[in-house]
């Protein structure tokens, strides 16, 4: 017997309540908000044991996959993780008091400042990404590297018609560079 997930129940009872529903986007959204509840769950064990949540090694870890000298200024950082100031502020915040970052002077702009990772942040980032991502594999351990390649794709494809800038950028380089092949 096949297994349903919650998302099915509840586009089964619509199909009961209003059969000429078209349900297949509530498929699509309600299974994605479900995933992300529950990748959160699954996701914040890993951070917690290190003393830290998501959105604080986010931060940390966009300061580290920047490269040297692993400082972003604040509004950088806030578009990077689709947070508003007053989020970004909050984390800062948390994660100076803990020695894991510093403010400081923006070295191209006197006027601004810069959020540099710690060596003891640097070292909290690459401690935590291999348990991170071994996580990760786990919980996606159920598809295969080829579904986890199409997932990624229609992920990223809806992610750019909904204006992800990122993802159509990226999008964008890929095409570019394929068509730079052809000619």
């Known amino acids: 017997m096949r297994r349903r997930d919650h998302v099915q129940h509840v586009l089964e009872q619509w199909r009961r309540e209003a059969p000429d529903l078209d349900r297949s986007p509530m498929g699509v959204v309600g299974r994605i908000s479900r995933l992300a509840q529950l990748l959160e769950s699954e996701l914040e064990p890993i951070f917690a044991a290190h003393g830290v949540n998501g959105g604080e ?102 992610a750019v018609s909904l204006g992800d800038e990122a993802a159509s950028s990226k999008r964008a380089s890929a095409a570019a560079a394929r068509r730079r092949g052809r000619g």
């Open 57 to 158: 090694f986010d931060v940390l870890a966009a300061l580290r996959r920047s490269g040297r000298p692993y400082r972003l200024k604040p509004t950088e950082l806030s578009k990077a993780l689709m947070v508003t100031s007053g989020g970004m502020t909050k984390r800062l915040t948390a994660l100076e008091a803990r020695g894991l970052i510093r403010r400081e002077p923006d070295p191209s702009d006197g006027r601004s400042t810069a959020v540099a990772l710690t060596g003891k942040g640097k070292h909290l980032v690459e401690t935590i990404l291999p348990e991170h991502v071994a996580n990760e594999l786990r919980l996606l351990g159920e598809l295969s590297s080829k579904e986890r390649n199409q997932l990624a794709g229609l992920l990223e494809a809806l």
